[in-house]
């Protein structure tokens, strides 16, 4: 998957080795913060290398509401309005009211994220740590983008300047090769993807090492349009804003 080859990369290119015991003490640390809230530290190096890799699964966290909303975007209007008909017979209005309402938040961050229009997004991710939001957002950007030029390759079903052939799927559609959609990519005049600029706020410094290797990871990984930035600012988030 994307994920694994970028997690891949970037055990590949940290500039500092994991140290499996700090990143275990940092582990029993964040479960402690979890009971009383005080802060883990982050000060150890090979810990962050290794929470970096370790934990690289959180990239999932934001990933799935983005793609959770994703996936009701596709849901054409009969079909919802025949399942928001069946909860509000069994369940009534209130419950299904607060039961199918969409993630505002959720579907506006994905709504930019996949407009083709849109030049840039930029994203401020709060105890980002080493930049595992800018990872999910970039998926996704880059999902959408090629969904588009997958889309317009079976658009032109007869384009013979795609070197498609007249055999199709079972599902009717014509089969699109690879070569054949990276070599529309590579015909292109401009991306069909915003680009992402992230900046994580962290109040460890540290994490400023291992973000700009979390970004190249990604991009080398997600190669196929604009050339997506992740980068460190300092940014103490357990204290007020009024502090």
């Known amino acids: 998957t994307a994920l694994g080859h970028i997690q891949h990369q970037l055990a590949q290119s940290l500039p500092v080795a994991p140290d499996a015991d700090a990143t275990a003490q940092l582990g029993f640390e964040l479960g402690v913060a979890a009971d009383n809230g005080a802060m883990p530290s982050f000060g ?4 962050r290398a290794g929470y970096a890799l370790d934990y690289f699964c959180r990239v999932t966290l934001l990933g799935d509401v983005l793609f959770g909303e994703r996936m009701n975007g596709w849901r054409s209007n009969e079909q919802r309005a025949r399942h928001l008909a069946r909860q509000r017979e069994e369940e009534g209005d209130q419950q299904q009211q ?6 505002y938040l ?54 013979a300047s795609l070197g498609l052939d007249d055999d199709e799927e079972e599902d009717g559609l014509p089969r699109i ?13 401009a991306p069909s993807m915003p680009r992402i600029e992230t900046t994580v706020y962290e109040y460890e410094k540290g994490w400023d090492e291992i973000i700009p290797y979390m970004e190249q990871s990604t991009q080398s990984v997600l190669d196929f349009g604009p050339h997506h930035r992740c980068t460190f600012a300092g940014c103490d988030i357990t204290v007020p804003l009024t502090h």
């Open 177 to 189: 090769e690879v070569e054949d959609v990276l070599s529309h990519l590579a015909s292109r005049t």
């Open 44 to 47: 150890h190096g090979g810990a």
């Open 98 to 103: 607060s039961s199918s309402t969409p993630s």
């Open 106 to 159: 959720g579907g506006t961050i994905t709504d930019m994220l996949c407009n083709p229009k849109r030049e840039v997004v930029r994203i401020g991710s709060l105890g980002g740590g080493p930049g595992f939001d800018h990872v999910a957002a970039t998926v996704l950007a880059t999902h959408a983008g090629l969904e588009r030029e997958v889309q317009q390759c079976i658009d032109t079903s007869a384009g």
